[in-house]
């Protein structure tokens, strides 16, 4: 996998260039705060123990989630001690190859349901891909050690060294079929000893656009029968004397804890203070003809659900290059990609203008009818008007663009399309979008920015 | 304003037998088929300027290699759920019988108004299978006829060319981020398949594709609209040097450093799919479905459920006969095969794959379900395959070999395959009379051999076997849905007295033989 002094070059203007804009993608971990408006990786880093290990105090939190038909549901998942939301799905850590990492799991007392613990007798995390993990403490459980709720302020700790990079899922290894399904797992990506603009040795990225998406479903049936049984004070297995795994019918379909059209609400959107992490993925467009060197968005699959979900990008083939954490021989090209439960992918992203339409305006070789003779679906669109990539027309006056310079739109989403509803609402669920920005522009010589109006 | 067609580029035989449609026509080849212009010679410059379409639906047509795909609804017939008794409402896109310019006799360019009380209510699923050139620019128009069963609902259309590189928005059919086609209106899409090379696309765009609307997607396409597309190779129809080819060259995808063989005797395109028919009866009856209480009842390859996935195909022809009397259908039910064929009228595409002993037979697998399926060919153990989502499977410089052996081909809703398999053995033994074969006065025996998902517990239609008495040309097996056969034919020189009457050179895909005409009178 070629590498250049030239990407690299390219890829450090474009950070240079979008400095302060998205500054986000080296973010802290607590989702709160005034985060600029993207849906780039939000990278929580940990902290540095004085043994030098990377540490993470997370505990198992219970809170709701808000799906776009109006609904809310309870869920659990994994949150930063000290935060004072919930949130969902847990913090993504990212971690730099070779690091040790410490992570430290409490389970709180349960305290009714938007504070404290689970109300779940233990839990505990696994780290799939991960070699050598060791646990301390709690009580030994099947699949590793567990935090037990009977002991108050019972703790297990977790450690293992970042030996591969790549993208990888953390989950409860504890009653999976319920706690997994009930939201206990994050996103865990180990950069490349060579750098942070890297996926893997050599595998160069635009580092303002590398991006997350956590793929889980939900039955809210279940989720209902935990928060009513939790209400009423049962913990422990009484709390699920009424939760039935066989009978699990999914009616919600999430990328990082949302559902379409929630997913492409910005990082840290305040709609939605229990689920932090946007899913909508940007690339700006390459020009081939303009001299400079676009690098390839990263995207980052992660199948958190119980469930294989086949994933389509529109727009262009994505090109994989590793699966669970390791890297692929060569490179293997695909519209969609099934992605099994438990399963990662890393895809790079790139859009070329090969119509040179951009910019000139110059005509589509067959004409688009007029727009009054089109519909609309629902009175609004991301369509620009135009066909050209950057330019704008107005849309029929009943109609509401959100076409902000001109730029593409294209839908990412599950290709069983029962997924992409949200219970019985079509355009929803397992779906996000693509925005295609127009190339890079040549400010000054050398120096290359992103299309003002775009931003 | 109606634009003079381009010199150079005609529009006849778009429709090419057995309701294959093409965009790629013109003058001249050996093998029947003829190319336009190389890319870059066909679209831009010289184009006459034409206005927007104006609100008359005066059609605009464009002036490169252009198909018409017409959408709307109509009944579609299933095992248990046939033409006579409760035939299954859908929606999805069927093409115009003649698609020549009106000027010419034909329907490619005529108002939407006329095409309304011919083809309204008479749906095709599933979608005709579109075949472009790599290289080559065309343009689908799409064209909203409106429901005739429903004709309160004013849903609009889109196409969605399913994993069109380097796509533009305007032109991916998606409603939200794009236009939809309204009844009675047109929609012209463009597509611009770059060859190998091309910025961003070292492969070129040869391969299989699929199409469906996306407007409401999981509600248009699970009622039907859904289709195959492809791309053929440059390497198919000019010599590398750029002359072009007097005989078609059959490999599916040109040719790499790494030297993958990708050539084939016969071609036949499987397209993957489920039938839940609750929706289909609550949209027919004006009720709403819940989505995500979607659980099928039939699985079907190119729109059929065994054993009627093993039907021959279905010409354009036979279906113009019989607009008047499809209600009637099947009038005069003479034998089960016979009335198996009348009830397909509407599900023109075959799944019957027939071969020599010896031939490389290539599947192109595609699947526009929700389901995940695993499909396999019985009794073929090594069967390559040589492609991904219309990519090669070769590496990021062209020299890895990265195609493998399999007994199966898994596919993902959305996902394609292309698989290269040697036709297994003619073994006398076991051979059967080809009654199709007999029918038409010839004689000749095969071997039969299953194609079919892995899925056991889904090969049913909808819990039965047969539900309508006897199964279909003597189709073997306590199976229904997702299955197809293989007929294997001895090599002409292995069976001299059975074979003289073998099957014949194959000019398009899914192309079966023999093409039964549906007996006058009985439609």
């Known amino acids: ?455 | 304003m109606q634009p003079e067609p381009k010199p150079g580029i005609g529009r006849r035989d778009f429709l090419r037998r057995g309701a294959i449609a093409t965009v790629v026509t013109g003058a001249g080849l050996a093998a029947g088929r003829s190319l336009m212009t190389p890319a870059g010679a066909a679209g831009g410059a010289g184009l006459p300027s034409a206005a927007l379409f104006p609100p008359s639906n005066a059609v605009d047509f464009p002036t490169i290699a252009s198909i018409r795909l017409m959408t709307t609804d109509g009944h579609i017939s299933f095992p248990g759920r046939r033409h006579s008794s409760k035939p299954v409402y859908a929606f999805g896109f069927r093409a115009v019988d003649d698609s020549r310019l009106v000027a010419d006799g034909g329907e490619l360019n005529a108002n939407p108004g006329d095409l309304m009380e011919k083809y309204r209510g008479h749906v095709m699923h599933s979608a005709p299978t579109l075949i472009a050139m790599e290289g080559v620019e065309f343009a689908i128009v799409v064209t909203n006829l409106g429901f005739r069963f429903r004709p309160d609902l004013d849903d609009s259309h889109t196409l969605h060319w399913h994993g069109f590189r380097n796509a533009t928005a305007v032109f991916d059919g998606v409603p939200e981020l794009s236009a939809a086609v309204p009844p009675g209106r047109d929609l012209p899409y463009f597509f611009d398949p770059k060859l190998p090379g091309a910025p961003g696309q070292p492969k070129g765009s040869a391969g299989g594709y699929m199409y469906h609307c996306h407007f409401e997607d999981v509600e248009h396409v699970q009622m039907g609209m859904s289709g195959i597309a492809f791309i053929e190779p440059r390497d198919m129809w000019f010599f590398p040097d750029g002359t072009p080819r007097a005989v078609r060259n059959k490999v599916a995808y040109n040719p790499t450093p790494a030297g993958i063989d990708t050539s084939f005797d016969r071609e036949f395109a499987l397209l993957a799919n489920e039938i839940d028919y609750r929706p289909h009866d609550n949209l027919e009856t004006l009720q709403l479905f819940t989505w995500s209480d979607y659980a099928p009842q039939y699985r079907t390859f190119n729109g059929r459920a065994y054993p009627d996935t093993v039907v021959p195909q279905i010409t354009p022809a036979e279906q113009s006969a019989s607009y008047q009397e499809l209600l009637q259908m099947p009038a005069v039910p003479t034998t089960p095969d016979e009335e198996a064929e009348a009830e397909m009228l509407w599900q023109q595409n075959s799944s019957l794959v027939q071969a020599r002993e010896g031939d490389r037979v290539l599947i192109r697998l595609s699947n526009l379900g929700y389901e995940i399926h695993s499909v396999e060919v019985v009794g073929v153990n090594d069967m390559r395959v040589v492609a991904n989502d219309a990519s090669l499977l070769v590496g990021k410089d062209g020299t890895n070999d990265l195609t493998y052996l399999s007994r199966r081909m898994e596919i993902g809703p959305g996902e394609a395959r292309d698989a290269i398999f040697t036709a297994p053995a003619y073994v006398e033994a076991r051979a059967e009379i080809d009654t199709l074969a007999s029918r038409m006065g010839k004689q000749r025996k095969f071997c039969r051999y299953l194609i079919k998902s892995r899925n056991t517990h889904r090969l049913n239609n909808n819990g039965q076997i047969y539900p309508d008495g006897p199964s279909y040309a003597g189709a073997k097996g306590t199976y229904g849905g997702m299955v197809t056969e293989l007929w294997v034919y001895p090599t002409l020189a292995d069976a001299p007295g059975l074979g003289q009457d073998g099957l014949p050179d194959q000019i398009t895909v899914n192309e079966t033989f023999p093409t039964l005409v549906v007996p006058a009178g009985q439609v």
């Not at chain 1, 390219?10 to 600029?36: E, H, K, Q």
């Not at chain 1, 613990?117 to 995390?125: E, F, K, L, M």
């Not at chain 1, 279940?222 to 049984?229: D, F, I, N, P, S």
Request: charged share 15%; with cysteine; net charge negative.
């Open chain 1, 1 to 455: 996998m070629a590498f250049s002094t030239r990407n690299k070059l390219a890829a450090i203007i474009a950070v240079a260039a979008m400095a302060g804009g998205l500054a986000a993608v080296t973010g802290g971990g607590s989702p709160a705060g005034a985060a600029p408006a993207t849906s780039t990786v939000i990278c929580d880093n940990g902290t540095v123990a004085p043994d030098g290990a990377i540490e993470y105090n997370l505990e198992a939190r219970d809170g709701y989630i808000q799906e776009p038909d109006g609904n809310t549901v309870y869920a659990w998942s994994y949150t930063s001690v000290g935060q004072p939301l919930f949130q969902f799905p847990g913090p993504t850590m990212c971690i730099d190859e070779g690091a040790t990492v410490r992570v430290v799991l409490t389970n709180p007392d349960h305290v009714d349901n938007l504070s404290g613990g689970i109300p779940a007798a233990t839990t505990s995390i696994l780290f799939p891909g991960q070699v050598g993990v060791t646990a301390t403490g709690g009580v030994a459980g099947l699949l590793t050690q567990e935090v037990d709720s009977a002991v108050p302020g019972d703790s297990v700790t977790y450690e293992f060294v970042a030996s591969a990079p790549g993208t990888y899922i953390y989950q409860s290894g504890t009653d999976q079929a319920v706690q997994v399904q009930m939201g206990m797992f994050g996103g865990l990506i180990i950069y490349p000893a060579v750098g942070r603009g890297f996926a893997y040795d050599g595998e160069p990225f635009d580092t303002t656009h590398e991006y997350l998406l956590l793929f889980h479903e939900m039955d809210p049936d279940l989720h209902t029968e935990v928060e009513l049984a939790s209400r009423n004070g049962l913990v422990g297995d009484a709390v699920l004397s009424n939760y039935h795994p066989l009978d699990r019918k999914s009616r919600y379909w999430t990328i990082n804890g949302r559902s379409f059209p929630d997913v492409i609400a910005p990082n840290n959107a305040p709609t939605l203070p229990t689920q932090p992490y946007g899913g909508l993925v940007r690339v700006n467009a390459d020009d081939p003809t303009d001299g400079f060197d676009q690098l390839p968005s990263l995207v980052r699959y992660g199948n958190a659900g119980l469930e294989n979900h086949p994933f389509h990008p529109h727009g262009n083939t994505l090109r994989l290059i590793a699966q669970d954490g390791r890297p692929f021989p060569d490179e293997i090209e695909a519209y969609t990609k099934t992605v099994a439960a438990g399963q990662t992918f890393d895809l790079l992203a790139s859009w070329e203008d090969v119509e040179a339409w951009q910019g000139n305006g110059a005509p589509t070789p067959i004409n688009v009818p007029a727009l009054d003779n089109l519909v609309f679906k629902g009175g609004a669109s991301f369509y620009s008007g135009d066909p050209n990539l950057g330019q704008k027309q107005d849309l029929p006056a009943t109609v509401t663009s959100y076409s902000v310079c001109g730029e593409y739109y294209f839908p990412w989403h599950s290709h069983a399309l029962q997924e992409i509803v949200n219970y019985n609402e079509g355009f929803g669920g397992m779906l996000t979008l693509w925005r295609v920005d127009p190339p890079m522009e040549e400010v000054s010589p050398g120096v290359w920015q992103p299309t003002a109006a775009c931003n």
